[in-house]
């Protein structure tokens, strides 16, 4: 089992930034990829950007150059540096591990809200 504990979600204004980050606790050694969805009112769960333990991203395309995925592997940790955020960047952040084996793990998420 991997628990995943999230922080770093807030209020901020457009145009500013914010880090969320999120550590993987328990049986660590099985992921293999670390990265964040997101889910914004009426809407569906989307990926916004992955890593996995060598390093390789995946980001969707309406965030490209805005943020940018990391990952400490010592830590069990993945961040998400978030910038230039926007009202429709508001939304539940998740974050989530994927197992070798292809097992998801979720996070309990936390909410950006990007006000105008």
């Known amino acids: 089992q991997v628990q995943l504990v999230e922080s770093g979600g807030g209020l901020v204004q457009a145009g500013g930034s914010l880090r969320l980050s999120c550590a993987a606790s328990g049986s660590t050694y099985t992921i293999n990829a670390m990265g964040w969805y997101r889910q914004a009112p009426g809407k569906q769960r989307e990926l916004v950007a992955s890593?996995?333990?060598?390093?390789?991203?995946t980001y969707a395309d309406s965030v490209k150059g805005q943020f940018t995925v990391s990952r400490d592997n010592a830590k069990n940790t993945v961040y998400l540096q978030m910038s230039s955020l926007k009202p429709e960047d508001t939304a539940v952040y998740y974050c989530n591990a994927l197992s070798l084996v292809g097992r998801a793990y979720w996070g309990q998420g936390t909410q950006v809200t990007v006000s105008s």
């Open positions: 890593i996995t333990r060598g390093g390789t991203t």
